[in-house]
């Protein structure tokens, strides 16, 4: 079965500084990876995903994500963060290879992102 | 991407009572998916909703607990049956774009409250 991990509950980081938020999979075929973003008392957005293709994958609000298929990785990447992208990020996988369930979306725990002005 | 919308955005309800929760996408989409998010976790699969055929249910899940409707491809109903404090959780709904099939889009969910 399919499994995310993302190993940081928290991170912490000065606006304007790089940001990265870890995220770890396991599926037994080639993975569909996806980045949410939950805000406050809002439900989730779509950020980014890797279906296929380049390992560098660019999505919303100048965030990036890179699939490295060695380390099973797919961390979420944005060179200078803002005070604004404080939310609840959110790693998911979907393995479209088994019969039953294909569409299904495994999530990660979760990691909460705090720019620090 | 589709527009969804949740009803009721919260709720606070009674132990033992039920709670029917709809969710209704701008466009026709196949399959439609409930989430449960207890406080400070996760999102977690209740089920999958296809138009004209019974509910997909994860494990853990029963249909007498979560009764689900999905009449038509722009609409489906989510229901929370004798609850209980332990059922306190936003509930999402998310679609399957058919344009863009690999990628779900979420509701705004339902924040619901069992005292």
């Known amino acids: 079965a399919q499994s995310v991990a993302q190993p940081e509950d928290q991170v912490n980081v000065a606006e304007g500084n790089p940001l990265t938020v870890k995220c770890t999979y396991s599926?037994?075929?080639?993975?569909?990876l996806f980045w949410y973003v939950q805000y406050p008392n809002r439900g989730l957005q779509f950020l980014l995903k890797y279906i296929t293709g380049d390992n560098l994958v660019k999505g919303s609000y100048g965030f990036e994500a890179e699939f490295n298929k060695s380390q099973t990785s797919f961390h979420l990447k944005k060179p200078s963060a803002l005070v604004s992208d404080s939310a609840l990020y959110f790693c998911a996988v979907r393995d479209p290879t088994i019969i039953q369930g294909a569409q299904k979306l495994v999530f990660g725990q979760g990691t909460r992102l705090t720019i620090n002005p | 991407s589709a527009v969804i919308s949740q009803k009721p955005s919260r709720d606070i309800c009674q132990r033992g009572t039920s709670l029917t929760i709809q969710c209704q996408v701008d466009?026709?989409?196949?399959?439609m998916f409930w989430y449960r998010q207890q406080p400070g976790q996760s999102l977690t699969l209740i089920a999958t909703?296809?138009?004209?055929?019974?509910?997909?249910?994860e494990s853990g899940f029963v249909i007498d607990k979560f009764p689900i409707s999905r009449p038509n491809l722009t609409f489906s109903t989510l229901t929370v049956s004798n609850m209980s404090p332990e059922d306190s959780s936003i509930y999402l709904c998310?679609?399957?774009?058919?344009?863009?099939?690999?990628?779900?889009?979420f509701g705004p969910g339902t924040r619901l409250t069992v005292l």
């Open positions: 998310s679609v399957d774009h058919d344009r863009s099939r690999d990628t779900q889009y």
């Open positions: 599926v037994s075929g080639n993975p569909y």
């Open positions: 909703a296809n138009q004209g055929s019974e509910a997909t249910y």
């Open positions: 466009s026709q989409v196949t399959m």
